[in-house]
């Protein structure tokens, strides 16, 4: 029997390969996060009739007005995260299919994660223990308020772009912890990573991007 997570064809090993190689010709330089990005099965998490562009490089409709993120994006950012990383937490906002999780999960040791629409969560949940990936806790709720229970957290990723920096993220960061966010309004959003110092924080542009938008409320 054929196990699904390897996929056949038009997902196969030699395409993801093809994929790998082509976010290191874009710059990608960690050999975890490249090793995530192949071993990760993107086709499991759209659905069946786009699996044979799973692993194109680009964001891919996953319905209720949400997107799977191009391979690079989720790359970059994570590699972002990690670069330095001496901690152990990291909160999620925008969970979405869970592809973002599953490549991060293993690179830490407790991802908190964030998503609004419960209906997507819940299958999320499910794909994510399919795929045996249990250091996750999931909550529903507002992106904007972050997941205060469990912080400050030494990262904070953010799969959708709020207009501008929510400061209860801000808050929510551990003394040297840094936070990799998309802002701006759609067409002219800018991935940003913040990082948190004793008494200021830094901020580097990591260049243009486009997410869908960080909407407020439940």
């Excluded at 790359?75 to 001496?86: I, K, N, Q, S, Y």
């Amino acid at each position: 029997m054929i196990d699904a997570r390897q996929g056949i064809g038009m997902t196969s090993r030699r395409t993801r390969d093809r994929l790998v190689q082509r976010l290191i010709d874009q710059g990608i330089q960690n050999g975890a996060v490249l090793e995530q990005i192949r071993n990760v099965p993107r086709h499991l998490f759209v659905d069946e009739a786009l699996a044979s562009r799973a692993y194109e490089d680009t964001a891919l409709p996953i319905g209720l007005g949400q997107t799977i993120s191009q391979p690079y994006v989720v790359a970059r950012m994570t590699e972002a995260l990690l670069d330095g990383f001496e901690g152990e937490t990291v909160l999620e906002i925008g969970t979405g299919c869970g592809y973002q999780t599953a490549v991060l999960s293993p690179l830490v040791k407790k991802v908190y994660t964030v998503e609004r629409i419960p209906e997507l969560l819940r299958k999320t949940k499910q794909r994510l223990r399919d795929l045996d990936i249990y250091n996750v806790q999931f909550k529903p709720g507002d992106g904007w308020e972050g997941w205060p229970k469990y912080g400050p957290y030494d990262g904070i990723i953010v799969t959708a772009a709020p207009s501008e920096l929510p400061e209860k993220l801000l808050q929510q960061l551990a003394p040297g912890g840094r936070l990799v966010i998309p802002v701006g309004p759609p067409g002219i959003q800018d991935l940003v990573k913040i990082t948190k110092r004793n008494d200021h924080f830094e901020q580097v542009s990591l260049g243009a991007v486009s997410f869908v938008p960080l909407v407020k409320g439940k």
